[in-house]
């Protein structure tokens, strides 16, 4: 199984810490956030790597540079990345996309338990991971699930709704590739593609009942969007420096 870590975005919210590198290049416990996820999807073999890249590309080639020559790691330059959202990284990608694959957001941080479970999850061609906690807020990516189906995903969903959220990793198995890379390039026809988030296309999918979940509830993990996620994450992730 391959990787695909969408890491085109500056993470403006995060200034200035992003203001010559971006978002996963941030160092956490002397790794950069990129290192961390490349770290624990060398540990399962998920190989190849490939990692969208746009603002500080360079940089992020250099993180990549310091690995060694036998991991299957490479970047895809989205040109896009300052005018449209995560979709047009998905569909820079889309070539990427033929087999089997995990899709990781580039500011989420997991412990190697994580990605245990969700390799080790039942087969279905689209499983989105998710996790639960007791309130949700504007910026949570949150989900409705029935079962262990998902029913819908968004920032806007009626809370009384809510029962869980998206971590920002889902894995794609068998006819799963195929289907999310042909809505992918069904989409990108339509002007309003190049402002959509590619979970919009998951929400799409999921109310035509083609999409899974499993929870990792319990596990250590974070999304580093602001100066108090990344404090958070600081101190979630000190126990696995060591």
Known sequence: MKAVILSAGQGKRLLPLTQDQPKCAIPIHGRSILEWQ????????????????????????????????????????????????????????????????????GDTLFETAVLEHVLQAPPAPITLVTDQKSQYDADDMKVVVQGTQLVRIGKTLPLEQVNGESIGMIRFQDAGPQLFRSTIEDRVRQPESLKQWYLSLIDELAQKNQVSTVSIKGFTWAEIDNPADLQQAETLLKPFSM
Not at 45 to 60: E, R
Request: overall charge negative; aromatic content about 12%.
């Open 38 to 105: 490349i770290n624990e999807l060398l540990k399962f073999g998920v190989s190849p790597i490939h990692v969208v890249v746009g603002f500080g590309a360079s940089t992020v080639e250099k993180i990549i540079g310091n690995y060694n020559s036998s991991h299957a790691i490479h970047t895809l330059y989205n040109p896009f990345y300052a005018l449209a959202d995560n979709l047009m990284s998905c569909w820079t990608a889309r070539h990427e996309m033929m087999d089997d694959f995990i899709l990781l957001n």
